[in-house]
C-alpha cells in the first residue's frame, strides 16, 4: 500500500467517525428540553456547546471530502489556493489539509 492509499484510508476512516459524532450531536440536539426552568438553562447551555461542536465537526467532514476529492483527481498534496506544494509535514499533522501554510 502506498502513502497516498494510506491516507485515502486514513481519511476515510476520520470521515466516519466525525459523520457518526455529528449524527450523535443532531439527535442530541433535537430530543426533547427538560420542563424545568433550572435544568432547561443548563441544557441550553449544553446545546450552545454541543452546536459549537458540530459546526466544527462538520468543517472538518468538509475538509476531509474535499482531501479525498484531491486524492481521486491526483492533486493531493496540492495546494487550492496557489497550486504550490503542501508541506510533507503539515500534511502528516493534518492529511486533510488542501492548503499550503503561506495560503492557510
Not at 459523520?19 to 441550553?44: C, H, M, N, Q, V
Amino acid at each position: 500500500m502506498n502513502d497516498i492509499e494510506g491516507t485515502r484510508l486514513r481519511l476515510e476512516q476520520m470521515l466516519r467517525k466525525l459523520t457518526e459524532r455529528a449524527e450523535e450531536i443532531d439527535k442530541d440536539l433535537s430530543s426533547p428540553g427538560d420542563d424545568d426552568w433550572a435544568e432547561a438553562a443548563t441544557e441550553s447551555a449544553g446545546d450552545e456547546v454541543l452546536e459549537e461542536v458540530g459546526d466544527v465537526t462538520l468543517e472538518e467532514i468538509a475538509q476531509i471530502k474535499l482531501a479525498l476529492a484531491q486524492i481521486a483527481a491526483g492533486r493531493y498534496g496540492t495546494c487550492v489556493v496557489c497550486a504550490g506544494s503542501i508541506g510533507e509535514g503539515r500534511l502528516k499533522a493534518r492529511p486533510y489539509a488542501t492548503k499550503c501554510v503561506k495560503c492557510a
